[in-house]
């Protein structure tokens, strides 16, 4: 009878979470090994928000794909458990469960209300030891690697502990989110080993919406670059950017310091323009630049400060001048570049950019992405160029991108329109190389870790340090 009104109460509340709230059932004892054995996957802690419940499923017939439907369901005794399972947005995740002699970690999905059913959506073996994500991935359910599953354009997801990293911590960080420690912030993701493990989004944002990247953008002008010295269209970067813009009435007067100016120093903001985003005086800041006809006319005609190649100074009008070196080098519009030789191969289209007055590209910024195709970019540089089996983005280049070409602070340098720092998380340095946009755009890559980090948001003109601390909590989740 208890199981039979325990259905009923879910069935007419359309809500697992809820109904369990409702129950009144005297609290029993639980066992801390989540089980399965005679098709009975039995659960003895399932955490519901704050509420704690012992739930049992049973496995039922089904062609397409391995259900399990409620068997029945009580409220838990008040305890800890190192690994609790979770219900959350209709998915039920089990990070460990044993079956005969062996652990095993399972996500479900809420797929039928009556009777309420739960869909295996991935699952395997725990290893016992720390997950090595050298060895080849394996999607348990498809058995796809994860070239094969690049293939297919789309993200599977795991349970963080399937890669050894500690969910309970994750849970930590989405909580903070929600009550108000962080503000702000529109998405967060996290992708290890090939997988995604977290995802949360906030202020109407999800996973289909598309968020203006601001300078993030300049990352991936900084790809198309490299792509176009991969494809022979440039030779290489030491080539002096007026061979490029010579259409450009003004550069024919530049001064012979000028006419040295490389495509290296514009990716490492060097140009020795006197242009500084930094210094609102200075002639090159970008907010003097958005109001011009030709954005590239713009930076072609600010007087020289320093001779290039010798001082770092962040300049959005030279990334922009970029995107005028490649149309020309190219022949094509960057922005059809960008989708024949990047965006097409890693299955990216839901995105668009935006335009200068003139017609051309805007490569300085305000691409709009959405967070999971960000993750994708994030992690083709982690992947050293590799997409799918095929090298989209030569391993030369992901190395000179994110080497120490410039010295910004201690630990902390500039690449290729990339950053690198190393940092020390739960007492540990790790090193990570990544982009960042005004408003809280970040992309994260920490290869010592296999992990790509996702973040969004609408702190304009304001400090990261909420994007930094979240990003530490979730590298201290896989330490």
Not at 161 to 173: C, K, M, N, P, R
Request: include cysteine; hydrophobic fraction near 35%.
């Amino acid at each position: 009878m208890q199981a039979k009104r325990i259905r009923s109460g879910l069935l007419a509340s359309h809500c697992l979470a809820v109904i369990l709230g409702l129950l009144f059932m005297p609290p029993q004892p639980y066992a801390q090994q989540a089980t399965f054995s005679d098709k009975i996957l039995h659960l003895p802690l399932v955490a519901v928000g704050d509420d704690q419940y012992t739930v049992s499923l049973e496995q039922v017939l089904s062609e397409q794909q391995i259900l399990f439907q409620l068997r029945e369901a009580e409220p838990a005794a008040p305890t800890i458990s190192d690994d609790p399972s979770t219900y959350s947005d209709s998915y039920l995740s089990v990070p460990s469960y044993q079956a005969a002699s062996d652990n095993y970690w399972a996500q479900l999905k809420l797929v039928n209300e009556e009777p309420i059913q739960f869909a295996l959506v991935s699952g395997g073996p725990l290893s016992p030891e720390p997950y090595d994500c050298s060895s080849p991935l394996i999607d348990p359910i498809n058995n796809s690697t994860t070239a094969q599953l690049q293939q297919s354009g789309a993200w599977k997801t795991a349970v963080p502990e399937q890669v050894g990293v500690d969910s309970q911590l994750l849970a930590i960080i989405t909580s903070q989110l929600n009550d108000g420690t962080y503000t702000g912030i529109d998405s967060v993701l996290a992708v290890k080993c090939g997988f995604l493990i977290y995802e949360q989004y906030f202020n109407g944002y999800h996973s289909n919406a598309v968020h203006d990247l601001r300078s993030t953008t300049k990352s991936i002008t900084s790809g198309l670059v490299g792509i176009a010295i991969d494809k022979g269209f440039i030779e290489n970067v030491d080539l002096p950017v007026a061979q490029f813009l010579a259409d450009y009435p003004q550069v024919e007067f530049w001064t012979d310091s000028q006419q040295e100016m490389t495509i290296e120093d514009l990716l490492t903001m060097r140009s020795g323009q006197d242009c500084n985003d930094s210094e609102t005086r200075s002639p090159g800041n970008e907010q003097f630049m958005y109001p011009r006809y030709n954005w590239i006319q713009f930076f072609t005609e600010l007087p020289a400060l320093h001779p290039p190649g010798t001082v770092y100074s962040y300049c959005t009008a030279g990334v922009v001048a970029l995107g005028g070196v490649l149309d020309s080098a190219t022949g094509l519009r960057t922005d059809f570049f960008a989708q024949k030789y990047l965006f097409d191969e890693l299955q990216i289209s839901n995105y668009h950019w935006e335009y200068m007055p003139s017609g051309h590209v805007d490569t300085g910024g305000h691409i709009h992405m959405t967070p999971r195709d960000m993750a994708k970019f994030g992690q083709l540089y982690l992947q050293r160029g590799r997409w799918a089996s095929k090298q989209l983005i030569s391993e030369q280049w992901i190395e000179r991108t994110n080497g120490q070409q410039v010295v910004l602070n201690e630990d902390w340098y500039y690449g290729y329109l990339w950053r690198e720092r190393t940092f020390e998380i739960s007492e540990v340095p790790v090193t990570y190389f990544y982009t960042q946009g005004n408003g809280g755009q970040f992309i994260y890559v920490v290869p010592e870790l296999d992990m790509v980090i996702v973040l969004t948001g609408s702190n304009y003109n304001q400090s990261a340090i909420q994007v930094f601390n979240i990003k530490n909590d979730i590298i201290a989740a896989d330490l």
